[in-house]
């Protein structure tokens, strides 16, 4: 078999009936405002797209009166799908059985039409690879508009296409981290719900089992009864909330470094290249590790357990700890008042909501005796050190799959012949 690497732009394979390149509806024929809602077609936006996932659960739904009238951007399961327009360059492989969607004017999809000459999954990860990147980041200028990369444009793009067994073999072995990555967050998915459902029923609903709890009265509006042996606290009472460093003021005077903690870094997770850097040099409870509970109470208020490696925390965030009380107990407390919190910071009158002290001060928090508290760390705590245990394993294997890519697509490194194509069925 020959083992030439071609090259060849979008519209000669779409000519050759290779594939097929079409974004959403654009004009009079995309959906109404009154059009979403309740329907069987999601409408695909690059918001909807998460870590090559499409979030078809979190995805506005359009009617069917909608669907009629579209003609072009209907999805397919199989799919590679593209943000084009606003956030550029946003990918997404759709499952083989995938729900029925549409695309967005922002979003394009690219279909295989020939398995035999193109593999979807290779596709995918030629679309990662800083080769597409660039084609699109050299395109997207072009006009006055947002970023943005016209249908036309992308059917300029080139694409790098080995021999079909090299193709299967480069999706086999990058979706087989991949795979693993989507296992590590389903799994986290149901191992947190485990964990908060046991921290409802145990210390809101006083659950327990093959017990019959005696209360007391409290004179609390929101606890009126609780337990007796118990007593109600506050969230700054129960841990430490240490606020962040303006560290624009603690920039690194040599080659060491750690990445800046900010509300962007901790809503995806991790620092990349693009996150701004801080001397190592900082107060010890402003560096962030594996584990450590972050809550941002300024502008989107979030909590997370940061599993992006050490860093450095910033203004606005807070790093939660606690002498006294496992990390569970206080991470699921400020969880239970985050939407009155978020409420709060709509609430405010300035360009960016926050929450202040007094508010951690007044969030009330039901605290058990310690024969109970000890009772649920030996159930919740071995739960949540399993969900940091695969988040950091996941970003080990992201690592990997990230150093490999560009190896495997430039022939550098090469994978074994005759391999199945790989066909990933995350959702």
Not at 167 to 195: G, V
Not at 395 to 405: F, K, N
């Amino acid at each position: 078999m020959s083992d030439v690497w071609e090259q060849k732009t979008v519209i000669e394979l779409q000519r050759e009936g290779h594939i097929l390149v079409e974004d959403g509806n654009h004009g009079a024929y995309r959906p109404r405002p009154d059009e979403f809602g309740v329907g069987e077609w999601a409408f695909v936006r690059a918001a909807d797209m998460d870590n090559g996932r499409i979030l078809f659960e979190s995805a506005e739904r359009i009617n069917h009166t909608a669907r009629e009238r579209i003609t072009k951007g209907v999805g397919a399961g199989g799919d590679v799908i593209l943000s084009h327009k606003g956030t550029v360059g946003k990918l997404a492989l759709t499952p083989l059985d995938s729900p029925l969607y549409v695309c967005s004017p922002q979003t394009t999809f690219w279909r295989c039409l020939n398995p035999n000459r193109l593999d979807r999954c290779y596709l995918y990860y030629f679309m990662l690879s800083d080769d597409f990147q660039e084609q699109l980041n050299a395109r997207k200028g072009e006009t006055d508009m947002a970023p943005y990369v016209s249908l036309t444009a992308q059917r300029e793009l080139k694409v790098t296409i080995p021999p079909i067994d090299i193709q299967r073999a480069i999706a086999r072995t990058l979706s087989a981290l991949d795979d693993k990555i989507e296992l590590n967050r389903r799994m986290n998915h149901t191992l947190e719900s485990m964990a908060q459902a046991l921290f409802k029923s145990w210390f809101v609903d006083f659950e327990f089992k093959d017990e019959t709890p005696e209360f007391v009265e409290t004179g609390d509006d929101d606890f009126p009864l609780i337990p007796k042996g118990w007593s109600l606290s506050s969230l700054s009472a129960i841990a430490n909330y240490e606020n962040g460093l303006p560290l624009q003021k603690f920039r690194p005077e040599g080659t060491e470094f750690l990445p800046v903690i900010k509300i962007r870094e901790l809503r995806q997770g991790y620092a990349d290249d693009s996150s701004e850097q801080a001397s190592p040099n900082i107060k010890p409870s402003c560096i962030l590790d594996d584990g450590d509970m972050v809550f941002s109470w300024s502008g989107s208020l979030m909590i997370d357990l940061w599993c992006g490696g050490k860093g450095a925390l910033n203004q606005h965030l807070f790093k939660v700890t606690s002498e006294k009380f496992p990390k569970w107990f206080y991470y699921f407390w400020t969880r239970y008042h985050l939407s009155d919190f978020q409420n709060i910071a709509e609430g405010k009158a300035t360009t960016m909501g926050h929450i202040q002290r007094h508010h951690l001060d007044s969030a009330k928090v039901i605290v058990p005796s310690d024969e109970v508290l000890q009772k649920a760390d030996k159930l919740i705590r071995p739960l949540m050190d399993l969900v940091v245990k695969n988040r950091v394993q996941s970003r080990t294997l992201a690592s990997i799959r990230d150093a490999l890519l560009p190896r495997l697509l430039s022939g550098e490194v090469r994978v074994g012949n005759g391999l199945p194509s790989a066909e990933r069925t995350n959702g």
